[in-house]
């Protein structure tokens, strides 16, 4: 590939989000903040994000498919019951459940970790 066709690529990708963009400035102050569609694609989102952490605990690859599924499904408990008992943080969750599956790994010796 020569660098003109490389330019040519660079500007149409560019010319492509920028049109897109310029497109939702102009049609942005005629959209309520609160619609309904807007709630939909929340819940979207929020499932999206939740089956791909369900897919790679339930059914992981690479090392961590090593881990038997009780060492996965233990800390997960853990994140949840951080979470939500001690007031929604997010942060907290992440501890619990991280520290959970280190204890875990440590005890039960699992090898490579």
């Known amino acids: 590939m020569d660098e003109t066709s490389a330019w040519i690529f660079f500007l149409s990708a560019v010319l492509a989000t920028y049109v897109w963009r310029f497109a939702a400035v102009m049609i942005s102050h005629r959209i309520e903040a609160n619609h309904p569609i807007?709630?939909?694609?929340?819940?979207?989102?929020?499932?999206?994000?939740?089956?791909l952490v369900a897919r790679t605990l339930i059914l992981p690859?690479?090392?961590?498919?090593?881990?038997?599924?009780?060492?996965?499904?233990?800390?997960?408990?853990?994140?949840?019951?951080?979470?939500?008992?001690?007031?929604?943080?997010?942060?907290?969750?992440?501890?619990?459940?991280e520290?959970?599956?280190?204890?875990?790994?440590?005890?039960?010796?699992i090898e490579g970790f």
């Open 61 to 97: 690859s690479g090392l961590l498919a090593l881990v038997p599924l009780w060492h996965r499904l233990i800390p997960m408990a853990l994140a949840f019951l951080g979470f939500y008992l001690l007031g929604k943080r997010l942060w907290v969750g992440i501890v619990f459940g």
């Open 38 to 51: 807007f709630e939909w694609f929340t819940c979207l989102a929020y499932g999206i994000i939740a089956a």
């Open 99 to 109: 520290t959970g599956l280190i204890a875990l790994m440590w005890f039960n010796g």
